[in-house]
T-cell receptor, first 114, second 109 residues
Framework: DTGVSQNPRHKITKRGQNVTFRCDPI?????LYWYRQTLGQGPEFLTY????????KSRLLSDRFSAERPKGSFSTLEIQRTEQGDSAMYLC????????????FGSGTRLTVV | LAKTTQPISMDSYEGQEVNITCSHN???????ITWYQQFPSQGPRFIIQ???TKVTNEVASLFIPADRKSSTLSLPRVSLSDTAVYYC??????????FGRGTSLIVHP
């Protein structure tokens, strides 16, 4: 297992198009998180899955955003009708069960909306 | 969620010890303190985690006083490759880890 994998690493899209990102967490990790990060800011929480259940969603996650984690394995984050303000790094993290483990992040997907 | 406060930036020189302090006045009983390092265009990387007193691993030490309202990340003998943004988080397993703006550390030759 090589850690949390995110694809693609970079995505350039035109405003109004839909985009989908994929995250493959560490296999034994049942918790999965999506974050968004813009330049000069820390990562902002978007949503959280425990196994296949989406347990938390940030108010940042407008109705244009949707995330899934079928069968509690990989996860996808879709953004519909992209806007220039969606340009950011989208990070995925996973963690195992328990309260005293750190979170392992992927390298992120850099989205540029033109 | 415990809000954390860190210096926005710090400068140091190669070979020096760097101490970055984080305040978390509203930390909850079940919150752990975790520090992450982030390089440009990469995701944050776990450095160290602790609950109280002192924790040490191969890259850093974490000092947490008895009241747990602050913590200090200590990086011994920094090198140029330690130039990065460092984030302090105070969260328990049932909470969503919330990042602040972090501390941008620049190590000079």
């Amino acid at each position: 297992d090589t850690g949390v994998s995110q694809n693609p690493r970079h995505k350039i899209t035109k405003r109004g198009q839909n985009v989908t990102f994929r995250c493959d967490p560490i296999s034994e990790h049942n918790r999965l998180y999506w974050y968004r990060q813009t330049l000069g800011q820390g990562p902002e929480f978007l949503t959280y899955f425990q196994n296949e259940a989406q347990l938390e969603k940030s108010r940042l996650l407008s109705d244009r955003f949707s995330a899934e984690r079928p069968k509690g394995s990989f996860s996808t984050l879709e953004i519909q009708r992209t806007e220039q303000g969606d340009s950011a790094m989208y990070l995925c993290a996973s963690s195992p069960p328990g309260t005293d483990y750190g979170y392992t992040f992927g390298s992120g997907t850099r989205l540029t909306v033109v | 969620l415990a809000k954390t406060t860190q210096p926005i930036s710090m400068d140091s020189y190669e070979g020096q010890e760097v101490n970055i302090t984080c305040s978390h006045n509203n930390i909850a009983t079940n919150d752990y303190i975790t520090w992450y390092q982030q390089f440009p265009s990469q995701g944050p990387r776990f450095i160290i985690q602790g609950y109280k007193t002192k924790v040490t691993n191969e890259v850093a030490s974490l000092f947490i006083p008895a009241d747990r309202k602050s913590s200090t990340l200590s990086l011994p003998r920094v090198s140029l490759s330690d130039t990065a943004v460092y984030y302090c988080l105070a969260a328990g397993g049932s909470y969503i880890p919330t990042f602040g703006r972090g501390t941008s550390l620049i190590v000079h030759p």
